[in-house]
């Protein structure tokens, strides 16, 4: 999660309370993706992509409430508003992260299946909970580098000097 919002400024709903872990719902389910029916990690996908949507909404509605710059008008600043920070999250909270731990938990099933004798449900756990444990470790890695990424490309071809912040 974020860090607090200085002394005075609005707290942001999808970046500095409890609903932002709904974005790493879907990290949660591929880490039980082996102990659990594929349904259930879709729906974590489907919570993790309803976050993304409601934050790139919230973002456009707050960029159409600030006071016009000369640069640009209120639909270019929404739209990068959106753009941006739909992006950003959709890289950040779910497509990268998502990978990320179904390939470890998809090498650490296999390779507690070749280098143990473990039963399977015990390598299903062990599996499981690598994942919940690597979530924490990846996550500001993997926002550093979508800002890098969005910094290197995407937020070169927006019209203003002020850029959106996503992260």
Same mark, same amino acid.
């Given at each position: 999660?974020? !860090?607090?919002?200085? @002394? ?6 999808y970046r500095d309370t409890?609903? %932002?872990? /709904? ?6 389910? !591929? ?42 008008? %209120? ?13 950003w999250q959709a890289l ?10 179904? %390939?470890?938990?998809?090498?650490? /099933? ?6 143990? @004798? ?25 926002? @550093?580098?979508?800002?890098? /990424?969005?910094?290197?490309?995407? @937020? ?12």
């Amino acid at each position: 999660m974020s !860090e607090s919002p200085p @002394r005075g400024a609005e707290r942001d709903l999808y970046r500095d309370t409890w609903v %932002r872990y /709904l974005g790493y719902a879907n990290e949660v389910g !591929e880490a039980f993706r082996s102990m659990v029916p594929a349904a259930v990690v879709w729906l974590s996908y489907g919570v993790s992509s309803s976050y993304v949507l409601a934050d790139a909404i919230d973002k456009g509605k707050k960029a159409g409430e600030q006071v016009p710059s000369p640069e640009e008008g %209120r639909s270019t600043r929404v739209t990068i508003a959106v753009v941006d920070t739909f992006v950003w999250q959709a890289l950040a909270s779910v497509a990268i992260p998502g990978f990320t731990i179904n %390939r470890v938990c998809a090498a650490s /099933l296999y390779v507690l299946g070749t280098a143990t @004798r473990w039963p399977l449900a015990v390598r299903k756990w062990t599996t499981t909970a690598l994942g919940l444990l690597a979530i924490p470790v990846i996550i500001h890695p993997i926002d @550093r580098s979508v800002d890098f /990424l969005l910094d290197s490309s995407l @937020r070169k071809l927006y019209p203003s000097v002020q850029k959106p912040s996503s992260s």
